[in-house]
């Protein structure tokens, strides 16, 4: 059975991606300047990787032989499933507030929808299945994203100086910031009017830097008000913690920690899911009390994760996650790189440059992914001063 398989990954054009980057980096004209939001690379139904000159997907391969593409360890420990999902995402638009179930609460979830809720992929489904989704991001150009909750002084002195928030201090002193979350998310559409109508006002007409919750905020009004309305997610812009990533450094993103991403291209690695509880700053659907159920409302300080040098030359972003773990290595022109799948199958992605190896194997601007199964060794030789990233199962 072959051990190296080129295939190319899928493209989601949900709304809020841009419209140049994706296109660019697969080397494909948007002259319909169609929004390119994701590149999936990996095993989920929804947009499983198509084998280069094979009809099979990467999800019918597995499938096929498991224990043999995965080996043992990891095809019994994840249930012959690959257990994470690589991606490409480049960020035009504000991305929902949103957070992403533990392993327990998917399951009991996506079994409960599956009994009684709507298919799979209805627009007002919350699981579409069994895992959790922890997850790795790493900004490929500059940057922004919510990340957490701030803590309780931080967001008492926010509603003190916002115009028309002074009523929810009461709330937040006896109810603690989970009490001031819930309020403002199952507040009326008229209250919620009523409490952000000042802020627009004041907003309107000014400027300021993206450093400034302010800045995504109006952004936020902009972008989000419908039939005269504002959206609730703009209480977020200003009670999570902005975060500003510049290209090299990653984020990690565990279960039940609220965030949305604001602008900027990454790359994601995750647990391989796609189950995502939405809060605000969305056309999409949105379950408060699911949300609020998933939610963790303690103080959150943001830890950007910068790569490791490995003894083998790999660039390591380490997380806790079990599901997997991301790499990098630089590549001068003319030196080779060894590429070993003893612990589990991996995907390559070539990120700039060419790489040839083992068996006609090219990576280019063309073809810039392969899935290694596991078991497999080879040597790749930098055809130019090349990067590569290495998605694979984690330690």
């Known amino acids: 059975m072959p051990a190296i398989y080129p295939f190319s990954g899928i493209v989601q054009h949900y709304a809020w991606g841009g419209h140049q980057y994706l296109a660019d980096f697969l080397q494909q004209d948007n002259v319909k300047e169609k929004p390119w939001a994701e590149l999936w690379m990996g095993a989920h139904a929804k947009g499983p990787g ?3 000159n094979d009809e099979r997907t ?6 096929a032989s498991p224990t043999e593409i995965l080996g043992s360890k990891v095809a019994n420990r994840f249930e012959d499933r690959l257990p994470f999902l690589f991606k490409v995402l480049d960020v035009r638009e504000m991305l929902s507030i949103q957070v992403h179930p533990t392993k327990k609460a998917a399951e009991a979830g996506f079994a409960r929808e599956e009994a009684d809720g709507p298919e799979r992929d209805a627009p007002d489904r919350n699981y579409r299945d069994d ?3 922890p997850e790795l991001g790493v900004a490929l150009s500059d940057f922004y994203l919510l990340h957490g909750f701030q803590s309780a002084d931080q967001i008492s002195r926010t509603l003190e100086s916002v115009p028309g928030w002074e009523t929810l201090g009461a709330t937040l002193r006896t109810d603690g910031v989970a009490g001031l979350y819930a309020y403002v998310m199952k507040a009326s559409q008229a209250e919620v009017d009523t409490l952000l109508e000042p802020l627009a006002r004041e907003l309107d007409g000014n400027t300021y830097e993206k450093s400034d919750p302010a800045f995504w905020a109006k952004r936020a009004f902009e972008q989000y008000m419908v039939d005269g309305h504002y959206d609730r997610g703009i209480f977020s ?3 999570f913690n902005l975060v500003h990533l510049r290209p090299g450094e990653g984020i990690f993103q565990d279960a039940g920690i609220p965030h949305a991403y604001l602008e900027g291209a990454c790359l994601e690695l995750m647990a391989n899911s796609d189950n995502v509880l939405r809060g605000g700053l969305t056309p999409k659907h949105i379950d408060v009390p699911e949300l609020m159920k998933n939610t963790r409302f303690e103080e959150v300080l943001p ?4 790569p490791e040098s490995e003894a083998d030359g790999w660039n390591t972003y380490p997380t806790p996650a079990p599901d997997f773990e991301l790499s990098f290595r630089d590549i001068p022109e003319g030196e080779e790189v060894a590429v070993a799948t003893t612990g589990g199958p991996c995907i390559l992605l070539l ?3 060419a790489l040839s190896g083992t068996d006609s194997l090219k990576l280019t601007e063309d073809q810039r992914t392969v899935f290694v199964a596991s078991g497999a060794e080879f040597v790749l030789e930098a055809e130019r001063q090349s990067r590569v990233f290495r998605a694979r199962v984690g330690g």
Not at 58 to 63: E, G, K, Q, T, V
Not at 303 to 306: D, F, L, P, Q, T
């Open 50 to 52: 198509e084998l280069l």
């Open 303 to 306: 830890a950007k994760i910068r």
């Open 237 to 239: 812009v200003y009670w």
């Open 131 to 133: 895992n959790h989704k």
């Open 58 to 63: 990467l999800a019918d391969l597995i499938a």
């Open 351 to 353: 990120m700039s440059g």
